[in-house]
């Protein structure tokens, strides 16, 4: 015999302790989330107030990365989350102030802005405990909050260069500073010509030629890709180093330089047509689509601005300033200056070269000058040497400059050095004098707290069929990598080491 059960009757009473309890219990959970604290066999819900969030907990922070956020679920008494707030350097607990910076507030977030960007290569704590909660119109504190602790770390220091020596001659290699740690990058069928690192460090730019080529042939290279097995968060997992990817070919167009954009999402191709070389000119590549025509008039040595919104690029005997939107006019003429050097980080100013070919005053000397986007113009200083380089570092307060000096004699020679120009004052203060300044490359580090040069060897009777050549077409027969720490004090002498490898062009990865 079967029976059937009757059906199920909610009767508002049950309805109502059905609610109740799925209330209550979402009430639990939220205050379970805002932590729990057992002692053996007794658990209760602490309700300190405590940080709600930290935007930099576990990352790995870069150049840019100048101010964190934290955020607390109850207000705070803002003086006591200051005076509590502490950064150390769990590996050198010598440096007590490692990252110092300013505080302000809005509401429950404290946002920490640094003085300058944190150097390189180590490891951060951020400790915070004993602050208290202050309620707006009650004078009296409230509870003493939770302590937070949390780590974050910058990138190690690593710079690429192109090797010179036996079987590293004509790559890419990358070296990890801080690890101690070399990778040859791309194979020996490739002969590296230039090369720009993406700001996240994850790849690297770069043309080359096929390495049963000359120099001679600098027109046949091509547009590649290559990984460098860094990963750009501490959870992610790295591609592997070394998997080079085509980006342009050189089929239709040879390619005659390029330029990456700092964020990375551009690159601009300067080419010229195969089946007619007077057709020559800018081509851009957004997102990795097809290059298009710029459709811009021909001229020398660009850049494009922090900014992506324009390339600063020489024509004639002056700067034009040109759009990155394809057939539009150009957007300004700079007639006076006939270089440019460097952009500063956020994009407002760039620093250029004024040969002064108008100025009878100062004939045979050479000037610099800072160049705003509101068009003003303010010079720095002028010099009877050259000015071969400059770079800022990353606050933009420095200028570090590889210029001359015109030594007296009767034959025209010049002493190179590297300086560092301070923008506020314009005072030059020399960091060292180098032997020659042929193709000298100077990168200054993303943290602005060291330089990488190189000094190269020539010999003329080495033979055109070299794989390296300089760009007057002398062999490359040797080259020593140096890297430079300014001073703090200017009072003080810089440190110079010469690196123990061979190769060109050093620089630094973002």
Request: hydrophobic share 40%.
């Given at each position: 015999?079967k029976?059937?059960?009757?059906?199920?009757?909610?009767?508002?009473?049950?309805?109502?302790?059905?609610?109740?309890?799925?209330?209550?219990?979402?009430?639990?959970?939220?205050?379970l989330?805002?932590?729990?604290?057992?002692?053996g066999?007794?658990?209760?819900?602490?309700?300190?107030p405590?940080?709600?969030?930290?935007?930099?907990q576990?990352?790995?922070?870069?150049?840019e990365?100048?101010?964190?956020?934290?955020?607390?679920?109850?207000?705070?008494?803002?003086?006591?989350?200051?005076?509590?707030?502490?950064?150390?350097?769990?590996?050198?607990?010598?440096?007590?102030?490692?990252?110092p910076?300013k505080?302000?507030?809005?509401?429950?977030?404290?946002?920490?802005?640094?003085?300058?960007?944190?150097?390189?290569?180590d490891?951060?704590?951020?400790?915070?405990?004993?602050?208290?909660e202050?309620?707006?119109?009650?004078?009296?504190?409230?509870?003493?909050?939770?302590p937070?602790?949390?780590?974050?770390?910058t990138?190690?220091?690593?710079?690429?260069?192109?090797?010179?020596?036996?079987?590293?001659?004509?790559?890419?290699?990358?070296?990890?500073?801080?690890?101690?740690?070399?990778?040859?990058?791309?194979?020996?069928?490739?002969?590296?010509?230039?090369?720009?690192?993406?700001?996240?460090?994850?790849?690297?730019?770069?043309?080359?030629i096929?390495?049963?080529?000359?120099r001679?042939?600098?027109?046949?290279?091509?547009?590649?890709?290559?990984?460098?097995?860094?990963?750009?968060?501490?959870?992610?997992?790295?591609?592997?180093?070394?998997?080079v990817?085509?980006?342009?070919?050189?089929?239709?167009?040879q390619?005659?330089?390029?330029?990456?954009?700092?964020?990375?999402?551009?690159?601009?191709?300067?080419?010229?047509?195969?089946?007619d070389?007077?057709?020559?000119?800018?081509?851009?590549?957004?997102?990795?689509?097809?290059?298009?025509?710029?459709?811009?008039?021909p001229?020398?040595?660009?850049?494009?601005?922090?900014?992506?919104?324009?390339?600063?690029?020489?024509?004639?005997?002056?700067?034009?300033?040109?759009?990155?939107?394809?057939?539009?006019e150009?957007?300004d003429?700079?007639?006076?200056?006939?270089?440019v050097?460097?952009?500063?980080?956020d994009?407002t100013?760039a620093a250029?070269?004024?040969?002064?070919?108008?100025?009878?005053?100062?004939?045979?000397?050479?000037?610099?000058?800072?160049?705003?986007?509101?068009?003003?113009q303010?010079?720095?200083?002028?010099?009877?040497?050259?000015?071969?380089?400059?770079?800022?570092?990353p606050?933009?307060?420095?200028?570090?400059?590889?210029?001359?000096?015109?030594?007296?004699?009767?034959?025209?020679?010049?002493?190179?050095?590297?300086?560092?120009?301070?923008?506020?004052?314009?005072?030059?203060?020399?960091?060292?004098?180098?032997?020659?300044?042929?193709?000298?490359?100077?990168?200054?580090?993303?943290?602005?707290?060291?330089?990488?040069?190189?000094?190269?060897?020539?010999?003329?009777?080495?033979?055109?069929?070299?794989?390296?050549?300089?760009?007057?077409?002398?062999?490359?027969?040797?080259?020593?990598?140096?890297?430079?720490?300014?001073?703090?004090?200017?009072?003080?002498?810089?440190?110079?080491?010469?690196?123990?490898?061979?190769?060109?062009?050093?620089?630094w990865?973002?």
């Amino acid at each position: 015999m079967k029976f059937k059960s009757a059906p199920m009757t909610l009767y508002p009473i049950d309805i109502a302790a059905l609610s109740t309890v799925v209330v209550l219990t979402v009430l639990a959970g939220i205050l379970l989330l805002s932590g729990v604290i057992c002692r053996g066999d007794r658990c209760w819900v602490d309700t300190r107030p405590k940080v709600a969030a930290f935007n930099w907990q576990d990352e790995i922070i870069r150049a840019e990365d100048n101010a964190f956020v934290l955020e607390f679920n109850r207000p705070m008494d803002h003086d006591g989350v200051e005076n509590n707030l502490k950064i150390t350097i769990p590996d050198k607990p010598e440096i007590t102030n490692p990252l110092p910076g300013k505080v302000s507030w809005a509401g429950r977030r404290l946002a920490y802005t640094l003085d300058f960007p944190a150097p390189y290569g180590d490891r951060y704590q951020l400790n915070l405990a004993g602050a208290q909660e202050k309620f707006r119109g009650n004078d009296e504190l409230g509870q003493e909050m939770q302590p937070f602790t949390a780590t974050f770390r910058t990138p190690d220091r690593i710079f690429a260069y192109i090797g010179l020596e036996r079987e590293e001659e004509g790559r890419l290699i990358l070296y990890n500073l801080t690890q101690q740690r070399k990778t040859i990058l791309t194979p020996p069928n490739l002969v590296i010509t230039e090369f720009e690192p993406y700001p996240d460090g994850q790849s690297i730019l770069f043309t080359a030629i096929d390495a049963d080529l000359t120099r001679t042939d600098l027109l046949e290279q091509q547009l590649y890709r290559v990984t460098t097995g860094i990963s750009a968060t501490l959870d992610a997992e790295p591609t592997a180093a070394g998997q080079v990817t085509p980006q342009l070919t050189n089929e239709t167009h040879q390619i005659l330089n390029f330029d990456l954009s700092a964020d990375g999402s551009i690159i601009v191709v300067q080419r010229v047509e195969r089946d007619d070389p007077t057709q020559m000119g800018l081509w851009l590549i957004r997102d990795d689509q097809d290059p298009v025509p710029l459709e811009n008039q021909p001229g020398g040595v660009f850049q494009i601005a922090p900014d992506n919104q324009l390339i600063a690029m020489a024509q004639g005997e002056g700067i034009a300033l040109l759009s990155l939107e394809p057939g539009a006019e150009p957007l300004d003429f700079f007639a006076q200056f006939g270089m440019v050097l460097d952009f500063a980080p956020d994009g407002t100013t760039a620093a250029m070269v004024d040969y002064n070919r108008d100025k009878p005053d100062l004939l045979y000397t050479r000037s610099l000058y800072l160049v705003t986007n509101q068009r003003s113009q303010e010079k720095v200083f002028d010099t009877r040497g050259s000015i071969v380089d400059c770079d800022f570092d990353p606050r933009g307060k420095n200028l570090y400059c590889l210029l001359t000096n015109l030594l007296e004699g009767q034959e025209y020679a010049e002493q190179p050095y590297v300086a560092q120009v301070n923008l506020e004052t314009k005072e030059i203060l020399p960091l060292t004098t180098l032997p020659n300044y042929q193709d000298i490359h100077l990168s200054v580090a993303p943290d602005g707290l060291a330089l990488l040069f190189d000094q190269l060897t020539t010999d003329p009777d080495a033979g055109r069929d070299r794989r390296l050549q300089t760009d007057g077409g002398e062999a490359i027969v040797n080259s020593q990598l140096w890297i430079l720490i300014p001073p703090a004090d200017p009072e003080d002498p810089p440190a110079l080491e010469e690196l123990p490898f061979v190769g060109i062009q050093p620089q630094w990865l973002p």
